[in-house]
T-cell receptor, first 116, second 114 residues
Framework: KAGVTQTPRYLIKTRGQQVTLSCSPISGHRSVSWYQQTPGQGLQFLFE???????NKGNFPGRFSGRQFSNSRSEMNVSTLELGDSALYLCASSLGLRVGDQETQYFGPGTRLLVL | AQTVTQSQPEMSVQEAETVTLSCTYDTSENNYYLFWYKQPPSRQMILVIR??????QNATENRFSVNFQKAAKSFSLKISDSQLGDTAMYFCAFMKLSGYALNFGKGTSLLVTP
């Protein structure tokens, strides 16, 4: 079974631009979560989607948004990029059903975003 | 809010030796999940082991085992027979049963030396 895939793997943008990152979950997984990883703040939760609905959201400004499609693929968008948005963005998928041992998140390789 | 603390930023161990990574957490929840994830230099985050808070038995996965002390809110990871491939950043993470967000600690960088 294929793992979680993320595209693109690397991105360079300039301040003020916007960016869209994509995540394809493991087949059969309906939950997709997004995390931002930086050296200073560590790993921080952005949001989680299940069946095209956002179920949970972290403490990030409204410039960070996401969506999920009917095939469970998810995208996150960051508008008006700031230097501080430079980070590794990780996507994770799970069944999302909160059923005992099934609730484990599996991570993709991440997208490295550099904002200049 | 839940906080996860990993008090050892860096650790080093020789091949074939045993090492224990510490993790403590703060929560008012009674049921939750705890995880250890490994992030090698290639950056792919990999699940090492998980523990359900309602299970008293400590989880084990081959060379990896945990010491889960619910009352003390402690969740340490023991790696036996360390291998060079165990070199990575190790993250302890907490998740409520009622939520879907993983709360991560700052990580412990483990170096396994020959």
């Amino acid at each position: 079974k294929a793992g979680v895939t993320q595209t693109p793997r690397y991105l360079i943008k300039t301040r003020g631009q916007q960016v869209t990152l994509s995540c394809s979950p493991i087949s059969g997984h309906r939950s997709v979560s997004w995390y931002q990883q930086t050296p200073g703040q560590g790993l921080q939760f952005l949001f989680e989607y299940f069946s095209e609905t956002q179920r949970n959201k972290g403490n990030f400004p409204g410039r960070f948004s996401g969506r999920q499609f009917s095939n469970s693929r998810s995208e996150m968008n960051v508008s008006t990029l700031e230097l501080g948005d430079s980070a590794l963005y990780l996507c994770a998928s799970s069944l999302g059903l909160r059923v005992g041992d099934q609730e484990t998140q599996y991570f993709g390789p991440g997208t490295r975003l550099l904002v200049l | 809010a839940q906080t996860v603390t990993q008090s050892q930023p860096e650790m080093s161990v020789q091949e074939a030796e045993t090492v224990t990574l510490s993790c403590t957490y703060d929560t008012s929840e009674n049921n939750y999940y705890l995880f250890w994830y490994k992030q090698p230099p290639s950056r792919q985050m990999i699940l090492v082991i998980r523990q359900e808070a309602y299970k008293q038995q400590n989880a084990t996965e081959n060379r990896f085992s945990v010491n889960f002390q619910k009352a003390a809110k402690s969740f340490s990871l023991k790696i036996s027979d360390s291998q060079l491939g165990d070199t990575a950043m190790y993250f302890c993470a907490f998740m409520k049963l009622s939520g879907y967000a993983l709360n991560f600690g700052k990580g412990t960088s483990l170096l396994v030396t020959p």
